[in-house]
């Protein structure tokens, strides 16, 4: 371990939160001597950044809990920190970076000298070019959510009441935490969203359940729709117009709209960028001598396709600091891993996580797949507080674990870590069959949902059986369509025209289903249920059943059910389903 | 896939819990024609049996929740479950199982012919040899709790309040559970255990934690004691009597001291046994021709040290039943995995959970091993509820992953889930550093607890930093003591003489260390703080230093701090710490 040197080793470092400062501390225990210099143009680092939106109604009640570390406290560890320090210039054949200071002795310029520059800048939020925003921004009422003095003015606006109405702008994960906050500390909230959904590496039928959720804490969820103008009041007052001319009172504006990679500076000096994010290698080089980067402003290969994008989430960039200063002072240092996307977000009383890959992402890659719905309970169905969670997973032909998502109200967050590590570990769909994973009533059932997911993925790479899917439901063209559930489940909706034979009466009426194919199998068979549960059984008795007969036939049953297919239409189902005459609800 | 046969296979399963119907569902899903017959000894099959205990104190609230099938209710699926069925002989070369029929048509005894014979007959209570206990059984006022009668029983004695205090003999999960359920219902409950400490497959250091627990939740926990005899009341008032002469009330009185195999029937049938555990190969096949087992009664090939016990649990059964179903029906049937012992149980407020090896089996089969020790937050230290994991690790000299054991608040079962998982794909320590967990604040940190052990265990397998332990801590030989916490930490007690330097002071104070090791680092230097954080920082700071002062020094930090030294000795943690003078509390 190469940890001491002749000469003092000058690194510095731009960028004081997540990355910047994981890769310091590293550095700093790698290399005692080692001259370290933290620049960042904000007033904090090492700051609480993924914790700002939960400030806004008190939560997380004290600005103090958002400020981890002052400059100071990392005065023992010989690491120097300097907030108020904005690099705008670097010259990487001189090793130099220009920094302007404000903040005391007033703004000026000063020229640091490096032997190794780590770049961690982060992004900064997107601003949609929208008549009057500006105003708005002067105004102080229109704020992104980027740093601790935007959170707390907003806290500071709301507790003063000078806010009562708020626009967020933007559905992503800061949206909604921000949205949620803002609307638990009483304010009337309005929540935008260009495109047809909110949280966008959602899976629609996913994020279906997590819109109905956030219309329950009172958010008004305006999707598809994005800002027309911004029009300041005379003393408060001030409106959002969006561009299907709705007007919204917006006392209180938070920029949620996603983030770009800060790296203008350093790509005017050679960094390679790609979209505005800096290329590096498995161990955080950049195109340019002694330059590394970590972090939201970098782009790196994703696990699932290889495509290369940026991932602007404080694990990874937290991660990676350690594995850059490793590479840059010790010896044999580790690959920083290829990004693999996995997060979650709180949203009421729901949670949604995901990783791996989503579908449009496999479709944009051209990777062949197909997807698994599953809703299995939690924990235990006869142990007190028993919960669906909503499973979605994407797998390869061969059984290769692509993605992986999740919403439910409990143990959401443990199965996508499972599923994640799983994914890490090469292992694939049939491998989580008879995973190893912690069973006592209260945290999950002998067959865990990450085992059911594993045995209904072998059971359709296998050939066992074969799924059709809620998309195709609009238009089913002929197909039989074979409701095995009970009469009273059936009374909330069906398939128009649907065969209607409860499972346990199936192997009794099987000449029905064969009658109504056709005696060549003319008609496909489309089974469905509430779950997918029973449709598969009746998919396997169908199949068994028509082999022995000698009669060929076209079967699948539903992924997911009835429960996915009402999630995947949304408001839409009600033009889908209807209630076979007689039923009783 | 082998779906249908000519000839109808007569399928008959002994045991109808867990693997036995399990096996029998996918058995069914395989084969539509196959004659599929459960024999089941008991009243009920398929019944909850890990919900057993929460039904003592009315937490799983009725009778029903536990009985989750009736045998009728597999009738439209073909299944012949019949109950009352005792199978007492087996005849391997005729094919048929005889059995003592209970319940209508009183005793009697019936041959049942099959083709392929599933055993899954679990293991029954091992009831201590003592004066007396017969007759408590007999009164009904002793139970093991294994069916739903001794549950059902034991919940109407509580609600007739013909039982104010209660004795559990056994402290592994059924009797810890049970023991708190008690509890809660208001009694007064003594738990005994033989050995020294509750769950003996929790390390010891976690195991303390446990107990403390157990005795805030008002269980009476007597370890290191056993059953000397039974005394039974004129109208009840029973006595429990233990070897040491402690006399206990014991109105009611729980048996659970671990199971046997209950496979005397089989063995006597020259079905191949190791400890009376069936022996059974990948898929299930046991040393007899169209015999299967799972489940309980069998014994597998561990997955760390490859030593073959059997393993009673509901996870692992379960599975394990539809593998050897798709063995014997099915084609590329996937192999039942190595036993990995996965478990949790919830205590009070805490959950302690493990997976993989612990220090007794390594140390029985001879595994090289180290053993980390972390106390990180379950989620981010400023977001409202944070709790500390207290985590242990084992590992290789290779990075290995041996196996994991945590006890905590929240995030318990998610974090070993995580770990039992990796450890499944073959991943080692340092893969953990940069697994991609889900992280928003709420769920967890942006390097996660299970990122924080991939660190530690690299930087000691990679000779980065060096461990002590608290073991050692009773007898340090001459070394010097650094304990680097603040005085007010120091005033909690420390280890008597120790050399108090706080970490951010450290590098100011190094000439103490060194005049204090000797000048030729004759003594020892043996570094603490609280959680082991602190002191691997200041283990570094010294190491460096002194390298580049040439001084030869033999520096380890304490494995989890004082935290972890505490919990290990226990109650006895007084003999060994000291207040230093002056140091104010």
Redesign the interface.
């Known amino acids: 371990?190469n940890?001491?040197s002749q000469t003092a080793r000058r690194i510095v470092v731009v960028g004081g939160v997540?990355g910047g400062m994981?890769f310091a501390a590293r550095a700093r225990?790698?290399?005692?001597?080692a001259v370290i210099t933290v620049l960042d143009r904000g007033r904090h680092v090492s700051f609480?950044n993924?914790?700002l939106p939960?400030h806004l109604d008190g939560?997380?009640a004290e600005e103090s809990?958002?400020t981890?570390r002052t400059p100071e406290s990392f005065r023992?560890s010989?690491i120097d920190v300097r907030t108020g320090h904005d690099v705008v210039a670097l010259d990487p054949h001189a090793r130099t970076v220009t920094v302007e200071i404000s903040g005391d002795g007033g703004p000026r310029t000063e020229t640091i000298a490096y032997d190794e520059l780590l770049l961690s800048p982060g992004g900064r939020t997107i601003v949609p070019d929208v008549e009057g925003l500006a105003a708005g921004f002067a105004s102080g009422r229109v704020r992104t959510l980027r740093t601790v003095d935007d959170a707390t003015g907003l806290r500071t606006d709301i507790l003063a009441a000078r806010a009562s109405t708020a626009v967020v702008v933007g559905a992503g994960?800061i949206g909604l935490?921000a949205a949620e906050a803002l609307a638990a500390a009483g304010l009337e909230v309005s929540l935008i969203q260009r495109s047809g959904q909110i949280l966008s590496p959602l899976e629609r039928e996913l994020a279906h359940l997590v819109a109905e959720e956030a219309a329950r804490l009172g958010i008004r969820v305006l999707t598809g729709r994005q800002l027309r103008a911004y029009r300041p009041g005379a003393d408060g007052g001030d409106v959002v117009v969006l561009d299907d001319g709705t007007e919204l009172g917006a006392d209180a504006t938070v920029i949620a709209t996603g983030i770009t990679p800060d790296t203008e500076v350093f790509a005017a000096a050679g960094v390679e960028c790609d979209a505005g994010a800096i290329l590096t290698d498995e161990h955080g080089r950049t195109s340019v001598e002694h330059v590394w980067a970590v972090g939201d402003a970098t782009a790196r290969p994703t696990a699932v396709t290889g495509a290369t994008r940026s991932t602007a989430?404080?694990?990874?960039?937290?991660?990676?600091g350690?594995?850059v200063a490793d590479a840059m002072l010790g010896e044999?240092a580790?690959p920083?891993?290829p990004?693999?996307?996995?997060?979650?977000?709180?949203v009421g009383s729901l949670?949604a996580?995901m990783?791996g890959a989503n579908r449009a992402e496999l479709d944009a890659a051209g990777t062949e797949y197909q997807t698994l719905h599953l809703h299995p309970l939690q924990h235990?169905g006869?142990?007190?507080g028993a919960e669906q969670i909503h499973l979605v997973v994407h797998i390869g032909p061969d059984g290769r674990l692509l993605g992986a998502q999740a919403v439910g109200r409990d143990g959401v967050?443990?199965r996508?870590?499972?599923i994640?590590?799983?994914m890490?570990?090469?292992?694939d769909v049939?491998?989580l069959?008879?995973?190893?994973?912690?069973?006592?009533?209260?945290?999950?059932s002998?067959?865990?949902p990450v085992?059911f997911a594993g045995?209904l993925g072998?059971n359709v790479t296998?050939?066992?059986v074969r799924l059709w899917h809620a998309a195709e439901a609009a238009d089913l063209d002929g197909a039989v369509v074979l409701d095995v559930r009970n009469p009273d489940e059936v009374a909330t909706g069906t398939l128009p025209g649907a065969l209607l034979i409860p499972?346990?009466?199936l192997?009794d009426r099987l000449g029905e289903v064969f009658a109504a194919a056709g005696n060549d199998g003319a008609r496909p068979v489309r089974i469905l249920c509430a779950s997918g549960v029973r449709s598969a059984?009746a998919y396997?008795?169908i199949v068994?059943?028509a082999?022995?007969e000698g009669i060929r036939l076209d079967v699948a049953t539903l992924s997911g059910g009835m429960l996915t297919l009402r999630a995947w239409y949304g408001d839409d189902v009600r033009n889908l389903l209807a209630v076979p005459e007689g039923a009783a609800a």
Chains 1, 2 share one sequence.
């Open positions: 371990m940890t001491t997540a994981s225990r790698l290399d005692e001597s609480a993924c914790g939960y939560e997380i809990a958002l981890l023992p010989g994960f935490e989430l404080a694990g990874p960039a937290n991660r990676a350690r594995l044999n580790r920083l891993p990004a693999q996307g996995t997060a979650v977000v709180r949670t996580a990783t235990a006869y142990f007190p967050d443990k996508i870590d499972v994640a590590t799983a890490r570990g090469g292992l049939a491998d069959i008879d995973l190893d994973l912690a069973y006592a009533p209260p945290y999950g002998a067959k865990d085992n045995m072998e296998s050939g066992l499972v346990n009466e192997r059984a396997r008795i068994q059943a082999a022995a």
